[in-house]
């Protein structure tokens, strides 16, 4: 394996054996289910310090360990996929603007103008999550970045977000979606990490000024070589299921702190408490031993001790997939938000996430306050069987913030956010856990004794991992992966949930 440089820094580490860059290959090809027919423009008339400086400068200090936080990276890797995109258009053919965009590299087909009409989707380069991590100062909603700076030097230089032509425009704000700037987290289309807080399919309208608009979530970037496209796409079917497996669960922990009992992740500390009083003498699940660890350092933020100190951080994040890929189970217990990089992670390795499962009634939707309490049910107390077909199953909380498997995982089984055929059943492999932490080892142990059940959920897991993954290299724009897997569901929703004729 060897690194890829960019910007002169290492950062993305791929296993495609003649790349250079996170560009596409000289000749990329359209996965299935993307028309030809498809256009796209990206806008260029951004000051390059809302674009490429920031791009530039994140590069660097990932490359330099000045920023270990990992969980930002997508909008990295999506922006430079667009740019390499087969579909995009450099020209519009728009006498009322007179846009000309730089070509950039553009070969001779990429100069003809495209009419207005004909442009699908209008995408907007600013990478949100880089600018917010990178700014000093952090502070919730990205409030540490003036409100001017964006409107004037981002939103006022959008010469076609106007009339009918705001809905075809696409932000990059691939962040939890609650740490998005007020500014950008309610408008237009934009992609995010999740939750999604409204939806255009649904005609749930929340805007203060009465617009719509609407969230469609993306996996969070894997940047191990090992998870590639072209690895994956590789893989028989049938690995997924006759793969040894040395354990029968792995799951990381960092050290617990005050923050654990004030958000949803006081479930990790209950059940850290299970195993301390109840698996004393408990050495093997299911007849295989299980890995039970804590890394990081005292004291420190989830973010210090997921991505470990900074001389030690790739290889400690190889050596967790390293054995999430020899383990059966992981538990993804809540974390600060829905969805988690763990849960993604988990699934490349292919291991079985195991998830617990709440009962909410409420609409995801709703609900723009991440700020969440103590659940007022007993610890271990039964929450439930949701409905996943009514919007009631969550795997993140039974209060009011309890966002469903719909509002928080990308393209799920009855979102709308894809032809049903093409939505991922999550369900068919994810492993729900009823009733609280101490039920996770009983659950563990009867499916242990069920060699087939586990064949089957690691077979559905197999089906779908590919499009958990970002292809960069030689590996961009040739499978079916999560950025086409984007587009499909960008596409889907721009024609209001209709297939794309082209």
Not at 7 to 29: G, Q, V
Not at 154 to 176: Q, S
Request: aromatic fraction near 12%.
């Amino acid at each position: 394996n060897r690194n890829i440089v960019i910007s002169d820094k290492k950062i993305y580490r791929h296993e495609t054996p003649s790349s250079a860059n996170l560009l596409s290959s000289s000749s990329p090809s359209l996965p299935p289910h993307i028309p030809k027919a498809f256009k796209f423009y990206i806008y260029e008339n951004l000051p390059s310090k809302m674009t490429e400086d920031i791009e530039r400068q994140i590069l660097e200090a990932y490359s330099s360990n000045a920023i270990t936080y990992q969980n930002f990276k997508a909008d990295l890797v999506i922006l430079r996929l667009f740019r390499s995109h087969p579909s995009r258009v450099f020209h519009i053919n728009d006498d009322a603007n007179q846009n000309r965009s730089r070509t950039r590299g553009a070969n001779a087909a990429d100069n003809a103008a495209i009419n207005l009409e004909n442009i699908d989707l209008f995408v907007v380069p600013y990478p949100h999550a880089s600018h917010c991590l990178l700014s000093p100062n952090w502070k919730n909603e990205c409030m540490h970045v003036d409100d001017s700076l964006i409107q004037s030097q981002v939103l006022d230089k959008l010469n076609y977000y106007k009339g009918d032509l705001k809905r075809r425009h696409l932000f990059i704000n691939t962040m939890e979606v609650f740490l998005a700037h007020p500014l950008l987290r309610t408008i237009g289309r934009s992609l995010t990490l999740g939750p999604r807080l409204s939806s255009i399919h649904s005609n749930v309208n929340h805007h203060d000024n009465d617009e719509l608009f609407e969230h469609l979530i993306v996996p969070y970037f894997n940047d191990e070589p090992g998870y590639q496209p072209s690895i994956i796409h590789s893989r028989p079917l049938s690995l997924w299921y006759t793969h040894p497996r040395k354990y029968s669960f792995a799951y990381f922990y960092g050290s617990t702190n005050r923050r654990m009992t004030r958000n949803y992740r006081i479930h990790r500390q209950y059940f850290l408490e299970e195993v301390a009083m109840n698996w004393k003498k408990v050495d093997l699940i299911g007849g295989k031993p299980f890995i039970l660890e804590k890394i990081g350092h005292d004291g420190g933020s989830e973010s210090d001790i997921e991505s470990g100190q900074h001389g030690e951080q790739t290889q400690k994040r190889y050596n967790q997939m390293k054995t999430y890929s020899q383990s059966v189970f992981c538990p993804t217990l809540p974390g600060d938000s829905p969805p988690q990089k763990r849960f993604f992670d988990v699934i490349l390795a292919g291991c079985i996430p195991v998830v617990l499962v709440f009962n909410t009634n409420t609409k995801a939707a709703n609900h723009l306050n991440s700020d969440g309490g103590r659940n007022d049910s007993e610890r271990y107390g039964d929450f439930g069987k949701g409905d996943s077909k009514h919007n009631h199953t969550s795997w993140f909380s039974a209060d009011s913030n309890g966002y469903t498997v719909q509002d928080s995982y990308p393209w799920a089984k009855h979102s709308s956010t894809l032809p049903p055929d093409r939505e991922i059943d999550y369900e068919s492999f994810v492993v729900q856990i009823y009733g609280g932490v101490k039920n996770i080892k009983p659950t563990l142990e009867a499916l242990m004794e069920n060699q087939t059940e586990i064949q089957r959920r690691q077979l559905e897991l197999g089906k779908v991992a590919k499009y958990f993954t970002y292809g960069a290299g030689e590996d961009a724009h040739v499978y079916e992966d999560a950025f086409s897997m984007m587009l499909e569901s960008v596409i889907y929703s721009l024609n209001s949930g209709k297939d794309y004729s082209g």
